[in-house]
């Protein structure tokens, strides 16, 4: 089993930065590939990056690329998503997922709002 609990979202104007922090417990945090998602009013849930288990590999959405950074501190338990230039289309409320590498099992995180506006 695994908690997840985000935190860092807010109200930011445009052009501004947050940074997302996902804490995890409960199981060692290497075991799982991380991966943060949004979902805005009446859209889909959307992957926006993902990264590897000791952090070596991280892929982003094409929406993010050049914006937005995940890493993770594995000494720490913790992912997190630095996002700059930020703009209205990403308002949405981020959600962390942590996939077990073994067993392809997934828990989410309850969720943090980003609101972009001015």
């Known amino acids: 089993q695994v908690q997840l609990v985000e935190s860092g979202g807010g109200l930011v104007q445009p052009g501004g930065s947050l940074r997302l922090s996902c804490a995890a417990s409960g199981s060692t945090f290497s075991r799982y590939a991380m991966n943060w998602y949004r979902q805005a009013v009446e859209k889909e849930r959307e992957l926006v990056a993902s990264?590897?288990?000791?952090?070596?590999?991280?892929t982003y959405a094409d929406s993010v690329k050049g914006r937005f950074t995940i890493s993770r501190d594995n000494a720490r338990n913790t992912v997190y998503l630095q996002m700059n230039n930020l703009q209205p289309e990403d308002t949405a409320v981020y959600y962390c997922e942590a996939v077990s590498r073994y067993t392809s099992t997934t828990y989410w995180g309850q969720g943090t709002q980003v609101t972009v506006s001015s």
């Open positions: 990264i590897s288990g000791f952090g070596s590999s991280a």
